[in-house]
């Protein structure tokens, strides 16, 4: 019996699929031929996950059929955002830290990544940026994020890895799935910026938004993309905006500091000029 269906109609047509939830499983399948090659894009990074043994992973295959088994485990993303609700951030960057010590790991890492990288594919400049700080595999799952993530036993199992680059930085998983957990967890962005700092990936925001906006363009409809740009555009301008606000009060705190300082002197010399007259 299916409990639960939801059609991917926000993508493009060649990127849409169904998703069946049922009693023990989750199914995905095709909305029409125009997503099958994605369909069996999919299919290739279940099988490559699978020859992984230091992987555990629960989508498999069945009669042509994607699907993902039901396991009573502790999604990672829950349980971290209770870490951030209780104001534990060195636990939460511990286990950030845990979790991308995981992934970089157990998959293939790369040193040469000046070219042919996702950035390059998608047209991102890294001009003034080190990328030598960011740490770069083979097998880029971009879905390999804190929502995908079971635990148990300190243990991670993995699925609905649908999303596959190569060259791809591990910094910008992780990047993606602090990204949704600020969002779901209502984060101040004093706490989300002291995160991110922590995790030495703040000055990476701009290019990591720069190419998280590329790749959603690529994949969404001209529909979506409409209100995605829009949005981004939105977020870019209400944070620029921000910004002049902070330097325009920063610098009016300066002159203001400074008024008040001349209007001490000012009493300062007139006190003593008083005191003068009555010696």
Not at 73 to 98: A, S, V
Not at 242 to 250: E, G, H
Not at 252 to 260: A, F, T
Request: aromatic share 14%.
């Amino acid at each position: 019996n299916s409990k639960f269906i939801s059609f991917n109609n926000s993508r493009k047509k060649e990127y849409r699929l169904i998703t069946v939830i049922k009693d023990k499983n989750v199914e995905k399948k095709c909305i029409s031929s125009y997503s099958e090659g994605h369909y069996e894009n999919f299919k290739n990074n279940i099988k490559k996950l699978s020859k992984n043994n230091n992987i555990k992973i629960l989508d498999y295959i069945e009669d042509g059929v994607i699907k993902s088994k039901f396991e009573q485990f502790m999604p990672l993303d829950k349980f971290l955002i209770k870490l951030l609700e209780k104001n534990n951030i060195e636990e939460f960057i511990f286990q950030i830290l845990k979790c991308k010590e995981f992934v970089f790991d157990n998959f293939e890492r790369i040193s040469n990544y000046q070219e042919n990288n996702i950035f390059s594919k998608y047209d991102v400049d890294l001009n003034g940026y080190d990328f030598n700080k960011l740490h770069f595999i083979k097998d880029g799952y971009l879905d390999l994020t804190f929502q995908n993530i079971l635990i148990d036993n300190d243990k991670y199992y993995i699925f609905d890895q649908e999303w596959y680059e190569q060259n791809v930085p591990v910094e910008f998983i992780i990047y993606r799935g602090l990204k949704i957990i600020f969002s779901f967890a209502g984060i101040s962005k004093l706490v989300s910026e002291e995160v991110l700092e922590k995790l030495h990936l703040i000055e990476y925001v701009n290019l990591f938004e720069e190419l998280e906006h590329k790749i959603q363009t690529t994949i969404n409809s001209d529909s979506a993309n409409k209100i995605y740009s829009y949005n981004y555009e939105i977020e870019n301008n209400a944070e620029f905006l921000l910004n002049k606000s902070i330097n325009q009060l920063i610098i009016r705190n300066k002159e203001l500091e400074e008024e008040l300082s001349r209007v001490k002197q000012k009493k300062g010399m007139a006190s003593f000029f008083k005191k003068g007259r009555g010696i």
